[in-house]
């Protein structure tokens, strides 16, 4: 995404300013479970499994087609010999310690974490099957209850990603693209509703009771109508301050919505939402994709994100040994380093309170009686202006500052209901420079 002009034209106003908070999903609720969702802004996504073994390689082949965690349905291996990856995934590298002070470090404010993804393998000791880490590798320890201990040590929130519907490996589980009760290999004969009952809804509760997840993140609901969707529908009723998406299926919408792989061109307030993201071409472990999202790039797309009254849900897809790759870990820390110098315009934010301005985006929120614009200049010209379209009648100016250097005030003053600020010196940050202009009522 580019914004070319600096100097951009009046836009069309939202009218005085709403009230930051209802700005975000609706009116503001005190007990609201998704307060401190609203809050985060920004969380990291954990795609790993037995599919990292492969790397995006099969029989000496790259499967380029999905990503790599979709190898054994792209490539159609059989049961049989998908299997044979959980013998050589052996982890000696995870510290799951390390993992949560990345993602702290990087500014993010939750993980969530395959808990089983397509392939059907858990990453934690499974009473239903022996497909799952304990039972199927050399490693024989759970994965998940460490990263969720370390996670709440530092403060995070910890959510799981469950595949309630597809399974590639156990009998009758759903798969993409086929007919219900259809396969590529003799094991995959099965009842879909058998399957649910026996291993995905038990699995479901195995995870809630032992985990106590923040998050629940269903994915791809492939056959799963209405009737199906009912029983883990009412099991998650009975957490009242779990967080679910609206990927369960039967017409089921949980808390926030799901664009993946990208960023919705306007704001919506109208629904929490969360756009999840790699930052290369796949979600799990891919041996030769080295096809990276800059730190510029990556950093814009939570601005904007934030901007148009969303969530950031970032992936990392860790190799066999438990490392996560140097390039995300490279930009992770990278994102992290503008985080700390301008979080505040990130963290507790509504959206913008005007159409998108060319320049750049804004957020904003309202401390202490006070009403703070927060405008993330993309590109930054010395002398230039940038028109500020809210309705600002009623309101005066009490301060505009650079956030990396808050000794460094510039310019900005009404013109008609709206603000114009012209910049002044060298660009702060290369990367996106952001402005705060304190706003207060003004004495009647």
């Known amino acids: 995404m580019l914004w070319l002009a600096v100097l951009a034209s009046w836009a069309l106003c939202y009218g005085p300013f709403a009230r930051a908070e209802e700005a975000v999903n609706g009116p503001s609720q005190a007990n609201d479970k998704m307060a401190w969702w609203k809050e985060a802004k920004f969380g990291m996504f954990i795609h790993w499994g037995v599919y990292a073994v492969a790397g995006g390689i099969w029989k000496g082949k790259k499967i380029t087609r999905g990503g790599a965690e979709w190898i054994m349905r792209k490539a ?66 759970d994965l998940l209850q460490p990263l969720a201990a370390a996670a709440r040590k530092h403060g995070l929130k910890f959510g799981l990603y469950y595949s309630q519907a597809q399974d590639w490996v156990h009998p009758g589980g759903g798969k993409s693209g086929m007919k219900e009760g259809k396969g590529w290999c003799p094991e995959h004969q099965g009842s879909f509703d058998e399957y649910l009952q026996k291993i995905s809804l038990p699995q ?7 985990f106590h997840p923040d998050i629940l993140w269903w994915d791809t609901p492939v056959w799963m109508r209405r009737p199906r969707a009912e029983p883990f529908h009412k099991l998650v ?129 309202d401390i202490n009686q006070e009403r703070i614009l927060y405008l993330h200049v993309f590109n930054w010209s010395e002398a230039a202006t940038l028109n500020i379209p809210v309705n600002a009648e009623g309101y005066r100016i009490i301060e505009c500052s650079l956030l990396a250097d808050p000794e460094r005030k510039l310019e900005v003053k009404q013109q008609g209901s709206g603000l114009i600020v012209t910049l002044a010196g060298k660009e702060p940050d290369a990367i996106c420079s952001v402005i705060k202009i304190r706003l207060a009522k003004a004495k009647p």
């Not at 479901?204 to 032992?210: A, D, P, Q, R």
């Not at 438990?322 to 505040?344: C, D, F, H, Q, Y």
């Open 76 to 141: 159609k291996i059989p049961v049989k010999e998908y299997r044979t990856l959980a013998a050589k995934f052996n982890p000696i590298h995870y510290d799951p310690e390390q993992w949560v002070k990345l993602a702290k470090e990087a500014g993010m404010k939750y993980i969530v974490i395959t808990a089983k993804h397509h392939d059907g393998f858990a990453l934690f000791d499974s009473k239903v099957t022996d497909w799952d880490v304990v039972d199927a590798t050399p490693w024989k320890k």
């Open 204 to 210: 479901v509760k195995e995870i809630l009771e032992t």
């Open 237 to 365: 009723q009975q957490y009242p301050n779990l967080i679910t998406n609206n990927r369960l299926g039967g017409g089921f919408k949980g808390d926030f919505d799901t664009p993946e792989q990208r960023i919705p061109k306007t704001k919506n307030t109208n629904r929490c939402w969360e756009t999840c993201m790699t930052m290369n071409r796949t979600w799990g472990f891919r041996s030769y994709d080295h096809n990276w999202k800059s730190t510029r790039q990556l950093v814009r797309n939570l601005i904007d994100i934030v901007s148009k009254g969303g969530n950031f849900l970032l992936n990392v897809g860790p190799d066999p040994q438990g490392r996560i790759p140097e390039a995300s870990v490279t930009r992770l820390i990278e994102i992290g380093k503008w985080m700390k110098v301008n979080g505040e315009a990130i963290y507790g934010t509504s959206a913008s309170p005007c159409d998108l301005p060319q320049w750049g985006r804004i957020t904003q929120k």
